[in-house]
């Protein structure tokens, strides 16, 4: 008798479950925007900046509502965002940002 099994390939960490998980590959991510997102609140040039504009979050991100960054000089710094909308999707967070809605930190095979 043949036995099913369901394969599922996500991005970011698996919840507690019954689900057993094997780490493929990391990639790594960008903050994107739209032109016209830029051309609204401007240009970020450190991670500072984005700590009071509208931001589209990955709802199952693991990292919850900040983003954290790694400086020229090795030091960490965590950014708490202020989300505009929560998508609950890759494609709809590219899709959110692409639209102006915030601005995203996105895989970088999404991103361009």
Same mark, same amino acid.
Request: charged share 20%; aromatic share 8%; glycine share 10%.
């Given at each position: ?26 990639? *790594?991510?960008?903050?994107? @925007?739209? *032109? ?10 450190? *991670? ?12 199952? @991100?693991?990292?919850?509502?900040? !983003?954290?960054?790694?400086? *020229? ?7 708490? !965002? ?14 959110? @940002? ?7 930190? @996105? ?6």
């Amino acid at each position: 008798m043949r036995k099913g099994f369901d394969l599922v390939i996500r991005i970011g960490t698996l919840e507690d479950s019954g689900l057993i998980a094997k780490r493929l590959c990391g990639f *790594p991510a960008r903050i994107c @925007a739209s *032109p016209d997102f830029i051309d609204r609140f401007g240009m970020p040039t450190r *991670p500072s900046d984005l700590r009071h504009i509208p931001a589209v979050h990955y709802a199952n @991100a693991a990292s919850g509502l900040s !983003l954290a960054f790694n400086s *020229p000089d090795g030091k960490e710094e965590t950014v708490n !965002l202020t989300p505009a909308i929560y998508a609950n999707s890759i494609g709809m967070l590219v899709e959110s @940002a692409l639209r102006g809605i915030g601005y995203a930190r @996105a895989p970088s095979f999404f991103s361009g």
